[in-house]
């Protein structure tokens, strides 16, 4: 009867391990985390282009951006590689330095009309427009760069979406 029993919960084990993911490599685990980050990433930033889509103002985009990064914030990425989690939370930065840009931004003619003015007299002659347009389009490309880089790492753990 010993014999009987023992083959029995042996399989029984090994079935149970198996089941539970114990026997998945680390590689493999930390390839899934770190898909898992890119989808929910992907399914974030459409939620995010979607309601960004009926935003009627300024406000209404920096608070959808807001949403966004406190989303991306909460990604659980304890199984993914370390320099995968630095990269994503560079990523992250790079989100809220493109927010801190969009809060200098003027919201609407007035306000651009004064800003521009306070700025003529603080010595710059375009009254900041160039100045804010560089600022904006180096916060976006640093956004796209550490995206691209979250991406490159992926790829080398093999997690590709």
Same mark, same amino acid.
């Given at each position: 009867?010993?014999?009987?029993?023992?083959?029995?919960?042996?399989?029984?084990? #090994?079935?149970? +391990? &198996?089941?539970?993911? @114990?026997?998945?490599?680390?590689?493999?685990?930390?390839? *899934?985390?770190?898909?898992?980050?890119?989808?929910?990433?992907?399914?974030?930033?459409?939620?995010?282009?979607?309601?960004?889509?009926?935003?009627?103002?300024?406000?209404? #985009?920096?608070? +959808? &951006?807001?949403?966004? @990064?406190?989303?991306?914030?909460?990604?659980?990425?304890? *199984?993914?590689?370390?320099?995968?989690?630095?990269?994503?939370?560079?990523?992250?930065?790079?989100?809220?330095?493109?927010?801190?840009?969009?809060?200098?931004?003027?919201?609407?003619?007035?306000?651009?009309?004064?800003?521009?003015?306070?700025?003529?007299?603080?010595?710059?002659?375009?009254?900041?427009?160039?100045?804010?347009?560089?600022?904006?389009?180096?916060?976006?490309?640093?956004?796209?760069?550490?995206?691209?880089?979250?991406?490159?790492?992926?790829?080398?753990?093999?997690?590709?979406?």
């Amino acid at each position: 009867m010993h014999f009987k029993c023992g083959p029995l919960l042996l399989a029984g084990v #090994t079935a149970l +391990l &198996v089941v539970s993911g @114990c026997g998945r490599s680390e590689a493999e685990v930390q390839r *899934e985390a770190m898909l898992r980050v890119l989808r929910n990433d992907k399914d974030l930033s459409a939620q995010l282009r979607s309601a960004a889509s009926s935003a009627t103002s300024r406000a209404d #985009t920096i608070q +959808l &951006v807001i949403k966004y @990064c406190d989303g991306l914030d909460q990604y659980d990425m304890s *199984e993914c590689p370390p320099d995968f989690r630095l990269a994503f939370r560079q990523h992250i930065r790079s989100w809220r330095t493109a927010l801190a840009r969009w809060n200098e931004m003027p919201d609407g003619f007035w306000q651009g009309v004064l800003m521009g003015a306070v700025n003529s007299l603080s010595g710059e002659p375009d009254g900041g427009a160039r100045r804010l347009s560089t600022e904006m389009r180096e916060a976006q490309r640093a956004v796209d760069e550490t995206y691209k880089e979250v991406e490159r790492i992926a790829a080398q753990y093999g997690a590709v979406l």
